[in-house]
């Protein structure tokens, strides 16, 4: 069986209620979500995700990634072709 907990009064948004049902929900989570949510806006400025730091737009991006896939592509056949592998 499946029990979901609902609030009577918000519907189930425990942060906006004061009833005991809530305030014990509450409680038992504590402030754990936000110092966790902290510590990943944190570990993001640190290490600069989602930054692009090339300076280029996603077309001039994607058509210097299909000039190195070519130029690779040609160097693997040019290997095959001298009898490497």
Sequence with gaps: AIFVLTCSTT??????CCC???WSLKMTRG???DIDRARAQARAQKNGAGKNEDGLTPTQRKERDAAALAEKIKKKEAAKAAGGS
Excluded: T
């Design 11 to 16: 519907r189930g948004d425990f942060d906006k």
């Design 20 to 22: 005991s049902f809530c």
């Design 31 to 33: 402030n754990q979500r």
